[in-house]
């Protein structure tokens, strides 16, 4: 997990307090293995005379007595161990094969069913129409017995709140309403979000736009393409052909574009002699509209013991051109109009620049679990418009939960890369070779005949969770090997030839191999089965994990004394060939094999 601490980004933000968490847990766990439980175990376990691995007392379990067959089956000769690594590698090419028929997603939204809907009003509707609008889609809603809760929010005229501003900057009106849809535990998100998008399209007036989205904690999930040109006109012309070309996918809603977006502007040109004439100036005029539209602090009072602001706003209802044009002010409280030029223009709401070229981006929510694929298809499309001369003069670029799942998935496969290198590293220190932790990480690629497959069936996406999972196995999978081969060496180093190591050494650790797998395994079936609320480090990765100790370990078993075994003989091969006295004798295969 030490990689983890240098990805950056969103992914260390989430991920890395679970990976510290996991990492001191496991020195903890080291320093009990070494200390506590051998303290635990000469008071508790009852004391004997005899090896219980040797000798004639000792009796095979009936794990020894399934597995030694299929061990011995295998180390028979050259040709069943080269069969033995042939399977292998069949099996995992065939789980590579399943990867492009798993959906990919940046990060799991959580268990939480919730949907939020946003009515947006044309530019200069009053709030009293968004909230009669808003109640009609309340109504709609109300209708299905699925939706569980229902918490809508519509800003008042001037609120500069949160919301307000937010809608705002993002080129729409200020007082759009928000509709939080709460839906029953067991709803599909991905399927009630399409079904709300196709009622509430039937519930729009002219000019308005009611959009469903899912609700996420790591901001929108919206996939974004920037057009960006030197000539605007080429910048509006390739926007137009690209919504009209995401409008047509089934797997999107919600498409849109910021380039058109205006929103009424009031400018007021003050007359300075006017002004003065009626006791006032420029900045008494702002002070004036900017306190009857906003308000201003009028002091604080004591509420229940707690202080609460005070704020004095005019009822002006100043929600046109003419109520504006008729307000009065200055000491004569003369209308504004007499004494400033009122015009009523349209204003870009959004400029977007990208090396300072014009831009537009054209933003759209995916329907579908696996956004990697909607993904493909949207660069499909725009090469197509490419190829059809539409997107002439402009540049065109994925962005968004898109751009965002390409960086993560970078800074996770160089963490696993460095992990990889970190495991080596620490194993030729500990093997004093370079050889055996090679045979070791062979491992590895039997993880993925078990992870792969267990994602394919259960549908759940490759994701920021899941190759958290991938990391996890790099620590846990080679464990299993590590264990079977220290003992292998021990016994070849006190002179056994290295069939008996590899037989007895499989024996012995077959057992304590089994147990930690299964008890880990067993250990993540909640959390795979998906019965915790609001999990993000979640289904995903206890998938991967369950799915890819479960082939490993059993693999490990069979996989690594093969391997090590044909390791052996290229040494010996070798040794005679440059004429050097082998390091151990190799009797790879049984006495009666060739």
């Known amino acids: ?50 090896d219980p691995d040797e000798g004639p007392q000792h009796r095979d379990t009936w794990v020894q007595r399934l597995y030694t067959p299929v061990l ?16 292998a590698a069949v099996l995992v090419l065939g789980a590579g094969m399943l990867v492009p028929h798993i959906p990919t997603q940046f990060l799991n939204a959580g268990s939480q069913k919730q949907l939020s809907i946003s009515v947006a009003p044309p530019s200069g509707t009053p709030s009293v129409a968004v909230l009669e609008q808003a109640r009609v889609v309340e109504a709609k809603l109300r209708a299905y017995s699925e939706v569980k809760l229902i918490e809508t929010t519509v800003p008042g005229e001037g609120d500069t709140g949160l919301s307000a501003l937010s809608s705002a900057f993002g080129g729409g009106a200020a007082n759009a309403a928000t509709i939080v849809v709460g839906l029953d535990t067991s709803t599909n998100l991905d399927t009630e979000q399409k079904k709300l998008s196709d009622v509430m399209a039937g519930l729009q007036p002219d000019g308005w736009q009611i ?37 047509t996918m089934p797997d999107l809603i919600n498409v849109k574009s910021d380039l058109a977006t205006t929103t009424p502007q009031y400018d007021i040109d003050v007359d300075p ?64 109009d007499s004494i400033a030029t009122v015009t009523e223009t349209k204003n870009q709401a959004r400029i977007s620049r990208v090396d300072q070229s014009p831009a537009a981006t054209v933003s759209a929510d995916p329907t579908s679990k696996d956004t990697g ?44 890369a460095v992990a990889v290198l970190l495991v080596y590293l620490v194993m030729v220190l500990v093997f004093n070779s370079l050889v055996d932790p090679l045979v070791i990480m062979f491992s590895l690629p039997l993880a993925t005949i078990g992870a792969f497959p267990a994602l394919f069936l259960t549908q759940r996406p490759i994701g920021i969770s899941a190759l958290i999972g991938f990391l ?3 620590g846990i999978v080679v464990t299993n090997a590590i264990v079977l081969l220290d003992l292998v060496e021990q016994h070849r180093h ?9 037989m007895q050494g499989g024996r012995t650790r077959v057992r304590p191999i089994l147990m930690t797998a ?18 993000i480090i979640a289904s995903e990765l206890a998938t991967v994990v369950i799915g890819g100790l479960f082939t490993s370990t059993f693999l490990t078993l069979i996989v690594i004394p093969v391997v090590y075994s044909l390791v052996e003989d290229a040494k010996v091969r070798t040794s005679r060939a440059f004429g050097s006295a082998p390091e151990h004798d190799s009797d790879a295969a049984a006495p009666a094999a060739s």
């Not at 006190?494 to 590899?502: E, N, Q, V």
């Open 72 to 87: 011995a089956a295998a180390l028979h000769n050259r040709r069943s161990r080269w069969g033995v690594i042939g399977i």
């Open 518 to 535: 299964i008890a880990t395994i067993l250990a993540l079936v909640p959390l795979g089965l998906g019965l915790s609320e609001g999990e």
């Open 273 to 336: 002699n006017k002004a003065i004439l009626d006791g006032t100036s420029t900045y008494g005029v702002q002070a004036e509209v900017h306190n009857a539209l906003v308000g201003t602090k009028a002091g604080s009072v004591s509420l229940a013991g707690a202080p609460t602001d005070v704020y004095l706003q005019v009822d002006a209802k100043l929600t046109s051109l003419d109520a504006l044009s008729k307000m009065p002010v200055g000491l004569a409280k003369k209308p504004l």
């Open 494 to 502: 006190r002179g056994m030839p290295m069939y008996d190591a590899l």
């Open 1 to 50: 997990f030490l990689p983890l601490g240098f990805v950056g980004g969103l992914v260390s933000q989430f991920f890395l307090p679970f990976a510290l968490t996991v990492t001191f847990a496991l020195l903890a766990s080291l320093i009990c293995a070494l200390t506590v439980v051998p303290v635990m175990a000469s008071l508790f376990i009852d004391r004997i005379k005899f």
């Open 472 to 474: 996890m196995l790099i």
């Open 211 to 247: 959009q469903v989205a899912q609700e996420s904690m790591t901001g929108s999930g919206a996939i974004s393409v920037v057009v960006s040109g030197a000539d605007p006109t080429d910048v509006v012309n390739a926007t137009t052909a690209v919504m009209a070309s995401l409008k």
């Open 373 to 416: 694929g909607v993904s493909m298809e949207i660069q499909k499309a725009l090469d197509k418009l490419q190829s059809d001369g539409k997107l002439k003069g402009v540049t065109v670029a994925l962005g968004g939960v898109t751009q965002q799942m390409t960086e993560a998935f970078g800074g996770l496969f160089v963490s696993m």
